[in-house]
């Protein structure tokens, strides 16, 4: 008994305390440090209240990026999605090759974020970039693409869903192929064409990938952060500034921890609700 | 006559689906290889055919190496350095760490389980990017900042290895660890000499995993280094694009390597690769 207990807190301290000390301890520092602030005149940090908070929601720069963090997500995570499910389906038909095909598009998954922007950031040169050279072909003279503040948004939507294709389509895939294959014959057999089966059969069996699939997308395109890093800089005109980059930027560029903090919960907040009704959305009615 | 309408159909439909693979690839590959092709290219042929698009835009005609030579001048060797052995620490003590903990919340009953369970869920969901930059307080209160602990450790507690380890060890067969005990093996050894030798598929799933989080990581090195000579290769990448604008060679060179190594890797161990992103989270 005793040795049994030696067992478990030998095995479990180490990976316990790492996770408590790292990931835990912070998250309580940083709502913790939202309710303080630092003042220049006594020199040390004073407990604000709510005044971090009441600054993320009226500051027009903080509004700003929580408005661009939204905007993208709409748009980014359905499109993520459909083409990454698109993918998937496209890689089950069974064809000659397609062991070839879907090797291939593991490959591009080894692609960092920052990969993808590098080198998107050199194809969208607005001087003499490939992606000019291209519009050229059909005709559009160049674009600024990345210095437009139109187009900003719309060219890391691109960027980043060509960055999260492959990786997006391995879970559907995975899901894919649990789906029992009987069902697809008992469909068949009543007469029901691809589409219908996709209807009727595919999507409610994948309804489980589907919903881990948006979670986790939502999660990765709310705390983006590299491409305004490496890229835009949060611009032009912070059309491009992600709260997740504004947070960066608060916390360490102009040293206001507390501020960051504070944005950093209601991040969180944010991503809590809305995951909770995508949940909610695609639950298991029994 | 029915049926030839019908095969008819279907080479029709066969046509589609290829000329949609190809467009797709098209899609997904051209900057890849315009990235390949061009890192071996001389700066000026890099500028001078890129417009108008013709087939000199992506086959060189002069091959060089001196985008290589000089990334590798500039640093880049010590960043892949310093990426790989970071990735390497994590990893090896990731997989034993997490994997002892994943073992004993599958295995054991004890007071507190459920707490310290509830915790490892809670560390999972909160993306480690939004409690880095609290994380980077206590780093600098530590007295860590630009050192390779700071780097490292952090990372080696992993709420999602540990979950992974523990839906395996949740399956592993009960009539095998009580074998082990009739034949008189202790606890520890039981874990080291069975339960360990027994998780290889599982431990390259989170092996590679944990290898490609820190491989890929940006956020948490940016904040944390200072100095060149602890760069990780996406920092010393993203320097390229920052610094050096207009030396296109320099950043295709450095994706090219910072994508092909973890390709290298991964490539082989694709089944592994998928089965530790995947079994994580869809079954629960």
């Known amino acids: 008994m005793r040795r049994k207990n030696l067992v478990v807190t030998v095995f479990l301290l180490p990976a316990m305390a790492l996770i408590i000390i790292f990931k835990i301890y912070p998250i309580f520092?940083?709502?913790?440090?939202?309710?303080?602030?630092?003042?220049?005149?006594?020199?040390?940090?004073?407990?604000?209240?709510?005044?971090?908070?009441?600054?993320?929601?009226?500051?027009?720069?903080?509004?700003?990026?929580?408005?661009?963090?939204?905007?993208?997500?709409?748009?980014?995570?359905?499109?993520?999605?459909?083409?990454?499910?698109?993918?998937?389906?496209?890689?089950?038909?069974?064809?000659?090759?397609?062991?070839?095909?879907?090797?291939?598009?593991?490959?591009?998954?080894?692609?960092?974020?920052?990969?993808?922007?590098?080198?998107?950031?050199?194809?969208?040169?607005?001087?003499?970039?490939?992606?000019?050279?291209?519009?050229?072909?059909?005709?559009?003279?160049?674009?600024?693409?990345?210095?437009?503040?139109?187009?900003?948004?719309?060219?890391?939507?691109?960027?980043?869903?060509?960055?999260?294709?492959?990786?997006?389509?391995?879970?559907?895939?995975?899901?894919?192929?649990?789906?029992?294959?009987?069902?697809?014959?008992?469909?068949?057999?009543?007469?029901?064409?691809?589409?219908?089966?996709?209807?009727?059969?595919?999507?409610?069996?994948?309804?489980?990938?589907?919903?881990?699939?948006?979670?986790?997308?939502?999660?990765?395109?709310?705390?983006?952060?590299?491409?305004?890093?490496?890229?835009?800089?949060?611009?032009?005109?912070?059309?491009?500034?992600?709260l997740m980059y504004r947070i960066y930027r608060t916390a360490y560029q102009y040293s206001d921890m507390n501020l960051a903090s504070a944005m950093i919960v209601v991040l969180l907040i944010m991503l809590g609700i809305i995951i909770g009704a995508e949940a909610f959305l695609l639950r298991d009615k029994e | 006559m029915e049926r030839k309408k019908v095969t008819g159909k279907r080479a029709i439909s066969k046509l589609v689906l290829y000329a949609l693979h190809i467009i797709l690839i098209i899609v997904v590959f051209l900057p890849l290889i315009f990235a390949f092709t061009s890192s071996f290219?001389?700066?000026?042929?890099?500028?001078?055919?890129?417009?108008?698009?013709?087939?000199?835009?992506?086959?060189?005609?002069?091959?060089?190496?001196?985008?290589?030579?000089?990334?590798?001048?500039?640093?880049?060797?010590?960043?892949?350095?310093?990426?790989?052995?970071?990735?390497?620490?994590?990893?090896?003590?990731?997989?034993?760490?997490n994997g002892m903990a994943g073992y004993v919340f599958a295995k054991y009953n004890f007071r507190g389980k459920n707490i310290l369970f509830f915790l490892v869920l809670l560390s999972y969901m909160v993306p480690f990017e939004l409690l880095s930059v609290n994380l980077y307080d206590l780093i600098i209160k530590l007295d860590w900042v630009d050192t390779y602990k700071a780097l490292i450790i952090p990372c080696i507690g992993n709420g999602m290895i540990i979950f992974l380890f523990r839906q395996y060890y949740l399956s592993f067969p009960d009539y095998l660890l009580e074998a082990a005990r009739i034949d008189g093996m202790g606890h520890f050894a039981i874990f080291f000499r069975i339960v360990l030798p027994n998780s290889k598929a599982i431990s390259i799933s989170a092996g590679l995993v944990l290898f490609v989080n820190q491989w890929e990581s940006f956020l948490w090195p940016v904040l944390v280094t200072r100095s060149k000579e602890l760069y990780t290769v996406q920092l010393a990448l993203s320097n390229f694009s920052t610094q050096y604008t207009k030396n296109w060679d320099q950043i295709f060179a450095g994706s090219i390597i910072a994508f092909l190594l973890p390709v290298a890797i991964i490539m082989p161990l694709q089944r592994f690769f998928a089965a530790g992103l995947t079994s994580s989270g869809i079954k629960e």
């Open chain 1, 29 to 242: 520092l940083g709502v913790y440090e939202s309710f303080f602030t630092y003042s220049f005149v006594g020199k040390n940090t004073v407990f604000a209240g709510i005044q971090n908070y009441i600054t993320v929601f009226t500051d027009s720069t903080v509004l700003n990026s929580i408005k661009v963090t939204l905007i993208f997500n709409v748009i980014v995570n359905p499109v993520q999605i459909f083409l990454s499910f698109g993918l998937a389906l496209l890689l089950m038909v069974k064809l000659r090759g397609r062991k070839f095909f879907r090797t291939i598009h593991m490959i591009p998954v080894a692609v960092s974020f920052t990969i993808a922007c590098t080198l998107w950031g050199v194809l969208l040169s607005p001087e003499q970039g490939l992606m000019n050279s291209l519009l050229n072909v059909i005709g559009i003279p160049n674009q600024s693409f990345l210095n437009d503040k139109d187009q900003a948004l719309a060219w890391v939507i691109v960027l980043s869903s060509w960055k999260g294709l492959g990786y997006w389509a391995l879970f559907f895939i995975t899901g894919l192929e649990e789906v029992p294959q009987q069902l697809y014959e008992a469909a068949s057999l009543d007469g029901a064409n691809y589409w219908k089966s996709l209807r009727w059969i595919t999507l409610p069996q994948m309804k489980r990938t589907f919903k881990f699939v948006i979670i986790s997308d939502t999660i990765s395109n709310f705390i983006l952060f590299v491409p305004a890093y490496v890229l835009t800089g949060g611009g032009p005109n912070g059309a491009t500034d992600f």
């Open chain 2, 41 to 97: 290219r001389p700066l000026e042929d890099l500028y001078r055919y890129v417009s108008p698009l013709t087939w000199k835009t992506f086959i060189p005609i002069k091959v060089t190496l001196d985008a290589y030579v000089s990334i590798f001048a500039e640093g880049y060797g010590t960043a892949l350095l310093n990426s790989l052995f970071i990735a390497g620490v994590t990893v090896a003590l990731g997989i034993l760490l």
